[in-house]
């Protein structure tokens, strides 16, 4: 028997050894740590598929576990596989550190530098800081799936990415027929508002609006390469995402967000628009799109509770009106609760118009410029332009505009790439960017993880992004 193979003889020996004699939590858990490690020593890529599933259990882990990590779940495992990069790429292969320039560190660096000026009007830097590093550790992940994701290995970080919107929509419909059991989520005396790992409706929903353009894109492309060339593993993928994208948009229903719709809405118009060659034939598809939901909309072929969540939205959105000397009703109490916070970061931009009062300092902020009647702070504006503008001043809010609007820039020069299925996913991240500016009028998406997802969608459109750059230089040469 060789040395290796008693190696691992030895090792399922003592492992299940010690599996008869410890608690079960701690055998599964000591298990899935084993099995973590053996895998991230095969190929860092399987620590970026579980970062990119757990991540989302942040809020989970901190409310429900009775052990208390160091650090989140995903900045632990972000740790994790940012090591296995260094040790698989600069210790056992002896490459030098080089990360070639992309063009889409550009926005990144416009937005770690305009917020970054915020540090100095902050009264909590713990709170800057952490902030500030989720747009850091964005920045890093797109240089690292660049260096780590070339060619169409980006193809399998989609899939992980969707497979974690999957896995969320399954909890989360859990919750949706009585499992979680809150009564303050009750939706027509039946059924419950889903949240899945979040806490909270609405940025559950905002992960599945997210990632349900890129699923349906990518089902859309995965179905046109089977019909063409009827291979099984295009057909196996095509199956994966169709699933995958019922399970995301079950999961924007089940949300019951308002934010998530109205996004959704959205980027699947301008996805209409950009998925044809000619610009023409996009906007003609798109009109078609909103033609068919107007008609359903004013022909009342939509459920009467979906149509009164959505026109309670649009009204909320455009009653802005100082809600100061308003009588608060059970009624009225959501609309005006979230006024209120509108206007205490629109006092908090005043206080200081041009750095605003310190990057994730909102919270902080909230008792020196609240409305009467409002103590309690949600923690942001529930705008995040309002919020950008309270917490980074117009620096802030300009740079993060601009940095949004260079990257919707170069997802649509990745439209033009010659192979299919780069385009499309292309089109299908530029749905998510869509989606992400109009969920934005109502939330905050940058909690829970949800800022590891973006880093590394962005990868991907780095790496895309590359390509459709090399293949420019070769037809001009």
């Known amino acids: 028997m060789s040395i290796k193979r008693s190696i691992w003889l030895s090792a399922a020996v003592a492992g299940g050894a010690l599996a008869s004699v410890l608690p079960l939590p701690v055998v599964v858990f000591g298990g899935s740590a084993l099995l973590f490690i053996l895998l991230i020593a095969i190929t860092p890529l399987a620590a970026l598929t579980v970062l990119v599933v757990l991540a989302p259990l942040r809020t989970l882990i901190a409310t429900e576990a009775a052990i208390q990590l160091p650090l989140d779940i995903g900045q632990l495992i972000l740790l994790a596989f940012l090591s296995a990069v260094f040790v698989h790429g600069f210790v056992l292969r002896r490459k030098r550190l080089h990360v070639d320039w992309n063009p889409l560190y550009i926005p990144l660096i416009i937005m770690l530098v305009a917020t970054g000026l915020s540090a100095f009007p902050a009264q909590s830097m713990s709170a800057w800081l952490s902030e500030w590093l989720k747009w850091l550790q964005m920045l890093v992940l797109v240089g690292v799936v660049m260096i780590l994701l070339p060619a169409r290995r980006w193809q399998w970080l989609i899939f992980a990415l969707v497979l974690a919107g999957v896995a969320n929509a399954a909890i989360g419909l859990y919750e949706f027929v009585g499992g979680s059991g809150a009564l303050h989520l009750l939706i027509n005396d039946r059924f419950f508002r889903a949240f899945g790992t979040f806490g909270q409706p609405n940025p559950f929903g905002g992960f599945m609006g997210l990632l349900a353009p890129l699923s349906l894109l990518m089902m859309l492309a995965y179905g046109r390469r089977w019909w063409i060339t009827r291979q099984q593993a295009d057909f196996l993928a095509f199956m994966f995402y169709a699933i995958g994208s019922f399970a995301l948009l079950g999961g924007i229903v089940i949300s019951w967000s308002r934010g998530a719709w109205l996004g959704l809405v959205a980027s699947l118009t301008v996805v209409m628009m950009a998925l044809p060659r000619k610009t023409g034939y996009g906007i003609g598809l798109a009109l078609l799109v909103l033609g068919v939901g107007a008609l359903l909309w004013f022909g009342n072929l939509l459920p009467a509770s979906i149509v009164a969540r959505i026109s309670s939205s649009t009204a909320e959105f455009f009653a802005f009106e100082d809600v100061r000397a308003i009588d608060i009703t059970p009624e009225n109490y959501p609309v005006a609760e979230r006024l209120a916070h509108w206007q205490a970061a629109l006092n908090m931009a005043r206080s200081n118009p041009w ?67 780069s385009r499309v996913a292309a089109i299908g991240l530029l749905g998510s960017w869509i989606y992400l500016a109009v969920h934005s009028l109502f939330d905050n998406l940058y909690v829970n993880n949800l800022f590891l997802h973006l880093g590394l969608m962005l990868g991907i459109l780095g790496v895309l992004y590359n390509q459709i750059s090399s293949y420019v230089s070769m037809r001009s040469s």
């Open 355 to 421: 750095l605003g009062v310190g990057f994730g300092n909102y919270e902080v902020a909230y008792p020196a410029h609240r409305l009467i009647n409002w103590d309690e702070p949600l923690g942001h504006a529930h705008n995040y332009y309002l919020n950008m503008f309270a917490e980074g001043g117009i620096i802030g809010l300009a740079g993060y505009g601009t940095a949004w609007l260079l990257i919707a820039w170069f997802t649509w020069k990745v439209r033009r790439h010659p192979d299919m299925l």
